[in-house]
């Protein structure tokens, strides 16, 4: 069955960095766009950051320049590496597969980001 196990998570101070992985399996991860998403307490869901099945990458504005999203086709596996945080990235974070296509979209349990003193 299909899986997304995100990890990495936890508390950090501000200006640290944190480094999420999103273990993929059950689905053949390289035809399918993966992204990160975060969601704050009484916020929606927003899209953090994208790479594409060709390895473009896009980032909400707010992040760019901070947050790198990476993948390793090998490991089934995608990555952010987050710097310079700020309390205003406290989310959980969610790990998304999708293949507009097919209408396919999978999504991890999330791993809670903390940044604070």
């Known amino acids: 069955q299909v899986q997304l196990v995100e990890s990495g998570g936890g508390l950090v101070q501000p200006g640290g960095s944190l480094s999420l992985s999103c273990a993929a399996s059950g689905f053949t991860f390289s035809r399918y766009a993966m992204s990160w998403y975060r969601q704050a307490p009484g916020k929606e869901r927003e899209l953090v950051a994208v790479?594409?099945?060709?390895?473009?990458?896009n980032y909400a504005d707010s992040m760019k320049g901070r947050f790198t999203i990476s993948s390793d086709n090998a490991k089934n596996t995608v990555y952010l590496q987050m710097n310079s945080l700020k309390p205003e990235d406290t989310a959980v974070y969610y790990c998304?597969?999708?293949?507009?296509?097919?209408?396919?979209?999978?999504w991890g349990q999330g791993t809670q980001v903390t940044v604070s003193s």
């Open positions: 790479i594409t099945v060709g390895g473009t990458t």
């Open positions: 998304n597969a999708r293949r507009n296509d097919l209408g396919l979209d999978f």
